[in-house]
C-alpha cells in the first residue's frame, strides 16, 4: 500500500517564499505529482519528479529525495491566487498511471 | 481543444435509486480514471482503464460499483441502490499515455451526487 502525508493547512505572505512537504511510503516508487485545485475547481497539474533533486518550472520548483521518500513544493513571490489546495500525488510501479493522492495543504496567502 | 467534460455536474436522487455519471476524456487520450473525492480531502481512487480495458477497479468501495469504457473513448460510472454514504464530488480524468513518463492526468470539473 502507499501512505502520503503532508500539512493540512499553512499560512503565507504575498510575495514570501513557502514550502509545502511531502512525505510518502510506497512499495515501488514510479514518480511524484504535484497538483494545485482552487477551491471549488478541478485539480491542475504543477510539477512531476522521478529523479532525485530539483524541478524548476516558473515560480514553482519540486524538489525530490527517493531514499528519504520526501519531496517539496516551493513557491517564490507568492500571489494571492496561490491560495488553493496543494495536492502530493504518488504513482507506484506495476500500477499503470494510477496515482494515490495526499490529502492536500490548504495554503491561505496574506496580503 | 476541448477539456475533459463530465455530467451532470449535480446529481440529487434519492437512496436506493440508480445514478449514471458520464465522463468525455480528451480526444486522443488513451487513459482514463475514476476518482471520488471528500471535502477538504485530495482524490480517492476508484477505477481506471486504458483503451476500453478496465485495468484496475481495487479502488471501487463495493459491488454496487460499476465502470465502464465499451469504445474506448467515454466512460461511465454506475452506482446501484444508492446510500447516503455515496455521496460526495466524483471526478474524471484523463491521460494520453501510461506508465514511466510524466503523462499528467487532466481533470474533469466533477459530478456532485448528492444521496438524500
Known amino acids: 500500500g502507499q501512505n502520503i502525508d503532508q500539512p493540512t493547512e499553512m499560512t503565507a505572505t504575498e510575495g514570501a517564499i513557502v514550502q509545502i512537504n511531502c512525505t510518502y511510503q510506497?512499495?515501488?516508487?514510479?514518480?511524484l505529482f504535484w497538483y494545485q485545485q482552487h477551491a471549488g475547481e478541478a485539480p491542475t497539474f504543477l510539477s512531476y519528479n522521478v529523479l532525485d533533486g530539483l524541478e524548476e518550472k516558473g515560480r514553482f520548483s519540486s524538489f525530490l529525495s527517493r531514499s528519504k521518500g520526501y519531496s517539496y513544493l516551493l513557491l517564490k513571490e507568492l500571489q494571492m491566487k496561490d491560495s488553493a489546495s496543494y495536492l502530493c500525488a504518488v504513482r507506484a510501479r506495476n500500477a499503470g498511471n494510477m496515482l494515490t493522492f495526499g490529502g492536500g495543504t490548504r495554503l491561505m496567502v496574506k496580503p | 481543444g476541448a477539456g475533459v467534460s463530465q455530467s451532470p455536474r449535480y446529481k440529487v436522487t434519492k437512496r436506493g435509486q440508480d445514478v449514471a455519471l458520464r465522463c468525455d476524456p480528451i480526444?486522443?487520450?488513451?487513459?482514463l480514471y475514476w476518482y471520488r473525492q471528500a471535502l477538504g480531502q485530495g482524490p480517492e481512487f476508484l477505477t481506471y482503464f486504458n483503451y476500453e480495458a478496465q485495468q484496475d477497479k481495487s479502488g471501487l468501495p463495493n459491488d454496487r460499483f460499476s465502470a465502464e469504457r465499451p469504445e474506448g473513448s467515454i466512460s461511465t460510472l454506475t452506482i446501484q441502490r444508492t446510500e447516503q454514504r455515496d455521496s460526495a464530488m466524483y471526478r474524471c480524468?484523463?491521460?494520453?499515455?501510461?506508465?514511466?513518463?510524466?503523462?499528467?492526468?487532466?481533470f474533469g470539473p466533477g459530478t456532485r451526487l448528492t444521496v438524500t
Open positions: 480526444s486522443g487520450h488513451v487513459s
Open positions: 510506497t512499495s515501488g516508487f514510479n514518480g
Open positions: 480524468a484523463s491521460s494520453l499515455g501510461t506508465g514511466t513518463g510524466a503523462y499528467e492526468q487532466y
